[in-house]
């Protein structure tokens, strides 16, 4: 636990916290895309129970979370 900690706090000080929450964006997003059936809360959240939204969702937050890995890396 202590390397996973460790690897977020050099993330956070070499990147940005802007950088640390577009991978955070992008983990969600890419969990919302991948397995989001198998989370209801999540698929309760959207607002939609249908898996077309599901992969809407998912892709848009994916996107703007690697967007802002890109955009705000130093």
């Known amino acids: 636990m202590n ?3 460790n690897e977020f706090s050099q993330m956070w000080h070499q990147n940005g916290p802007l950088a640390v929450v577009g991978f955070v964006l992008a983990v969600l ?9 198998k989370i ?3 698929r309760y959240m959207l607002g939609d129970r249908s898996m077309i ?3 809407f969702w998912g ?3 994916a996107v ?4 802002m890995i890109y955009l705000f890396r130093h």
């Open 59 to 61: 892709s848009i937050i």
């Open 40 to 42: 209801p809360l999540i």
């Open 53 to 55: 939204a599901q992969f």
């Open 64 to 67: 703007i979370g690697f967007a």
């Open 29 to 37: 997003g890419v969990c919302i895309f991948g397995v989001g059936k």
């Open 3 to 5: 390397e996973i900690l």
